[in-house]
């Protein structure tokens, strides 16, 4: 008797011992789902080379590492397969399917099966049904394909005003971030009917929410007064630009709300007894990549940590009950965190000059420049003007320029200065559909900096998954980035079918 | 007290289900270190997509998906940081350092400390030292620097005499894949002296092999006529190239071996009641990663893969006993699944038309062709013959080329057929210090795949692992290379301090 006791006891603590790793959790109250879009492996190690690079200098012994981003810390690390079911390479939108329905879909399609007639239920919705609150945050615009993918059901990603009309439908509990394109549409629609008819919850997705009891915040002092438990939709119309998205943190006025400080007062709002679940997506990693501003694609990627920070402060204080899983949907640009002109060598902290993003910079500052340059054909060069600009926004000193590095500049020059631009393959692979002089100066910066881009578009390497928290293991491995919210909906004790 | 009985057996059966993900396991008996030099997420999912797409056909609903390798089926996922102590970028020898001993250390270091004065444990010494047997085995010569971390200590990795001759004192069991580079500089080295003197243990690392006992085996016959548990140095001499290396896989006859059959029958030779440890290396992903070659790149990721197979065969018929560990040293390449010139759309079938690796092509085809052509100046066009034998053997049609694509292609052939080569940042970043006119083809032939590439060098970007087996959980998170040694030290019991 007195030895089976001690058995017991042995067998007790060996149980316990092994519960961290075992299949055995408490299905979690708290789900937190943060996705960087285009960001993958190189974008995450990029961003965690330049903060050592820049904080501890390059070059020296014992002083070439990495500081580790919040994300990388995660205990369980798994990768997904991005492709869509008609694209090797993948949309924003194939993508977000995948990963709030768990099924693969055509580019393009939001939350509906590949043949586009048939609405699949999402992650977010069955934890609604399930009576947990649920928060959609983007720094992109909140009709942009990645969270209009949790809430709302089209054929195309292009249905702006349809997809925000789907918003107040949701009855989710918190909307943040950016705004509503679909807002615009419909004030534009209705400015083209006799008389301007006033804003309906049948004609406008803002009017639509209101009136479905959303309480709308368009700064910091209206989000911070909202009480736990009210429905909200808070963006800032002080800062958001003609895309309804945030701005580049590197271009964030301090005044700003963060997306970080968004997932706090999600947190705030929506935290209750029985749970919620939040998708906070990184919307404009992708955009920078796509530009090829590796710069800027940091700052991004540091904001969007902040927010796996927070997300973390609060699995802290909760454990037992909160799964967090941290991805991103496909990688952009082509990102290499090395460049043919540079060999072995790495200078990251080169790219600490940069002051501004190159949308901030093609929009005020260059613009600006050509209102009043005086230019008149391509055999004009450069002028000190530009040539101090580029040295003050991207520490791109002309004088220290290679011949090689002046001719590409030059050249960027002159197509952003012409009134006709040349067009054929050697100029499309030079700028995309930038403005050269702006995508010459980010590429020039970045080589120097030891980092070279493929493409314009998105590419097709899988990317990682980091999770923590109560049912996290199930995040191991290589997998569909269509398993990924079935896995999810599995710890949940959902069903997406 | 049946109560009591009843609580006992729920435990013991939530015990043993648990058991698999516990922290508990037993001492691995069997272990395989498998290593693909310059293979990151990108080069093993650019051969999973290739096979998919020559097997399926692109661009059809449902088949753009993956075909798995046997890698990436493992259990666990895990991610390396691959920085040198003196470079963000390692080179092999730092990071096979890393990875043999637990250490940082300077770029070039074969198993010795930062200072290149303190020769460091290798966990392949460590294994033999607790009885189990050890193999080596690699598709470049065994005196590379991945293999020669594992056996060998030498401050510099171009000491390959030095490195040779300490094979021999490794008093490990099996040695295969490529030869002695060390053995042709003894030979020249004795050449040089009057009358040659004969090959001693003392100045020549093949006959130092030979005295020790090892069996020397250069063919399949010889191979397998080996006796198990005799000490084996098994290359073929038939094969071998001036750098001693394996053919790469493209262009491997069909009677050679390959690296999968060199370890079966390593497996065959070293086991025995006590175990093995054996390390493989994939050593030429890396030489065709910097040619920019990815149809070569993918056919040696394919061979690698096929290494993680019989290791897993392995695993089936001993699952308790054995730890598979698969991953690489750094990427090499800046190699992307996407490319400018194709927007979102991949073609990685067209690759099938490659018939020759990049180095055979430049050392055989297009040496005869120079040897007789009949170029005077850099006005001459390429004539019908060379424009067959790249359709021939890259299936680039120079009829179906854009005039871009042609222009590149004129310039590359003017730069090979020239006596003197231009020189300058434009031309080093077109051709690195390749062949001009066979890398432009590999650039353009990978171009229309989907596919580009950033550097002729190494990237910073991390390197998955891949594991399966007792102790296996422990390689999952993100940690630094020299973290994967001592994992696996404590998993085997061992302490590389």
């Known amino acids: 008797m007195k030895y089976l006791y001690k058995a017991l006891l042995v067998l007790l603590l060996a149980t316990s011992f092994s519960y961290g790793q075992s299949d055995q959790f408490i299905t979690p109250k708290y789900v937190f789902f943060l996705i960087g879009d285009g960001m993958s492996m190189t974008q995450v190690h990029t961003a965690e080379g330049y903060l050592q690079q820049t904080q501890v200098g390059p070059d020296k012994e014992g002083t070439t590492g990495v500081k580790q981003l919040h994300m990388t810390t995660m205990p369980v690390i798994g990768l997904q397969n991005t492709f869509a079911s008609d694209r090797f390479i993948t949309d924003s939108a194939a993508a977000g399917t995948a990963m709030s329905c768990g099924h693969k879909t055509r580019c393009g399609t939001i ?17 609604r049904d399930k009576g947990m609150k649920v928060g959609i945050l983007t720094s992109v615009s909140i009709d ?9 059901h089209q054929p195309d990603r292009g249905m702006l005003w349809q997809i925000s009309m789907d918003l107040a439908r949701s009855d989710f509990d918190f909307f943040g971030g950016g705004g509503m394109n679909g807002e615009k549409v419909s004030d534009g629609k209705r400015s083209m009917q006799p ?22 915040a368009t700064n910091r002092a209206e989000l911070q007064a909202i009480e736990p438990g009210t429905k909200t939709f ?10 309804w998205s945030m701005p580049y943190s590197i271009d964030k006025p301090q005044e700003d709300l963060s997306l970080a400080e968004y997932t706090r007062e999600a947190i705030r709002i929506l935290d209750n007894p029985a749970g919620f679940f939040m998708m906070v997506e990184g919307g404009k990693i992708d955009w920078a990549c796509h530009a090829n501003d590796a710069r800027t694609v940091i700052d991004e990627v540091l904001a969007f940590d902040e ?12 454990p037992a009950e909160t799964l967090i899983v941290v991805t991103g949907d496909h990688e952009t640009g082509g990102l290499a965190m090395g460049f043919a002109g540079m060999g072995y060598d790495s200078a990251f902290e080169v790219m ?22 005086d230019w008149d054909d391509e055999d004009d060069d450069m002028d000190s003007e530009i040539k101090d600009l580029l040295d003050n926004y991207f520490g791109l000193n002309y004088s220290d320029l290679s011949d090689f590095e002046r001719e590409l500049l030059e050249k960027a020059y002159d197509q952003t200065m012409a009134r006709k631009r040349s067009k054929g393959q050697e100029f499309s692979l030079l700028y995309g559909g930038y403005e050269p002089l702006t ?59």
């Open 111 to 127: 939350a509906m099966d590949s043949s586009r007639t048939k609405s699949l239920p999402t992650i977010a919705e069955k934890a």
């Open 144 to 152: 942009h394909a990645t969270p209009a993918c949790f809430y709302a």
């Open 195 to 216: 008389g301007k008819p006033q804003a309906t919850a049948d004609n406008d997705p803002l009017e639509a929410a209101r009136r479905k009891g959303y309480a709308i």
């Open 234 to 243: 808070a963006y800032s119309k002080d800062f958001i630009g003609g895309d």
């Open 307 to 318: 927010v796996v920070g927070v997300a973390l402060d609060f699995y802290r204080q909760h």
């Open 352 to 373: 600490a000059k940069q002051k501004i993003s190159f949308q901030k910079f093609t929009d005020t500052i260059l613009n600006d420049y050509k209102e009043q340059a």
């Open 439 to 497: 995508v010459t100066a980010t590429h020039l910066l970045n080589r120097k900096a030891g980092i070279s881009w493929g493409t314009y578009s998105h590419t097709a390497v899988p990317v990682p998954v980091y999770a923590i928290g109560a049912g996290s293991h199930m995040f191991e491995m290589m997998y569909n980035n269509s398993d990924t919210p079935r896995k999810m909906a599995e710890v949940m004790q959902v069903s997406l079918d």
